[in-house]
C-alpha cells in the first residue's frame, strides 16, 4: 500500500519538474525575441531594473522593433534619446539577468 503511494508521488513529481523546465524554456525564448527585436544583444549597452520597468540604453534606436515588442506583453514603451523604458511587470528581472548572463559568457568566449 505504501509504494503505491511512492509511486504516486514521484510520478507527480517527475511531472511538475517538467512543467517547470518547460516554462523556463518559453521564458527563455520570450527573452530571446525580445533581444532580437532591441536590435540584437550588440545594440544594448545598459540595462537598468526598476520594479516592473526596464530602461534600456541602444548604441541605435531605430532598429527596434516597438509594435513586436507591444506584442511580446509590453504594457508601454516610452522613447527617450536613445533609451527606452518598457513595462515589463514581472519580467524586467528575468530580461536584466538573461542579458547580463549573455554579456558574462560573450566576455569569457572573447578570451
Known amino acids: 500500500m505504501n509504494i503505491q503511494y511512492i509511486i504516486i508521488i514521484v510520478i ?5 519538474l517538467a512543467i517547470v523546465k518547460l516554462n ?10 525580445l533581444v532580437s527585436y532591441l536590435g540584437g544583444k550588440d545594440n544594448v549597452e545598459n540595462i537598468e531594473v526598476n520594479k516592473s520597468r526596464c530602461k534600456i540604453t ?3 534606436i531605430n ?14 514603451i516610452v522613447e527617450i534619446d536613445n533609451q ?28
Do not use: F, H, P, W
Open 12 to 16: 507527480l513529481l517527475i511531472i511538475a
Open 24 to 33: 523556463r524554456k518559453d521564458v527563455r525564448i520570450e527573452m530571446n525575441k
Open 58 to 60: 541602444l548604441k541605435d
Open 63 to 76: 532598429i527596434v522593433n516597438k509594435e513586436a515588442i507591444q506584442k511580446l506583453g509590453a504594457k508601454g
Open 84 to 111: 527606452l523604458k518598457i513595462i515589463l511587470g514581472s519580467n524586467a528581472r528575468t530580461l536584466k539577468k538573461y542579458i547580463d548572463d549573455y554579456i558574462i559568457d560573450n566576455k569569457k568566449d572573447k578570451k
